[in-house]
């Protein structure tokens, strides 16, 4: 337990193919989470219901570390709540990734793909899931031992994963609200959402016009809380 301490790989991600079976993956995610002081305030917070503060950055805490520990914690969050929705989004159901009728996303991910190509949304969450994943395990961008230094193009790193996170957002509440109400997680899912909002909104992560199609969504949570 000690090494869990010191190392983010140890707490770190749960590969995809694992939380695939995702019944599992929240209570795996807290038993390899604990002990890590960032991570406990992020639950500690939270825990308090306020999201607001549960995003401010801690005071006397690195912010890339702060960004680090974050952006793990969305990435499980949103594999969790799109694993629930997978069954629903299949290449029939879904044959393109869209938010809505006017949004369309096509894969490219500037190294194996350059060109974007349209593929359905399972596929494309699939691709956008391994990429994330692969990014939160190259110790070069997230270095394993606490404390040792990120690289320069860090935050660019960060920025792209929340805007790729925030698509599946943008799938999911368009393409399967009626099925998350079924579920009954509508109430997990916008308190997720509304906490990776204020995340986002606090270190300026997203690009104004990337958020449109949730603006309705967005726009309120802002409102309330900045
Ligand atoms: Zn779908």
Redesign the pocket.
Known sequence: MAEMDTSRKAFCVLSYETVKCFSFQQIKRDACLQGLPLKKHIDATLGSGNLREAVRLPIGEDLNEWLAVNTVDFFNQVNFLYGTLMEF?TSS??PIMSAGPKYEYRWADGVKVKKPVQVS??KYVEYLMDWVESQLDDEAIFPQKIGAPFPQNFREVIRTIFKRLFRVYS?MYH??FQMILKLKEEAHLSTCFKHFVLFTWEFHLIDRAELAPLNELIEPIVFRYF
């Open positions: 989004c159901t879904c949304a399972p799938h393409s399967h």
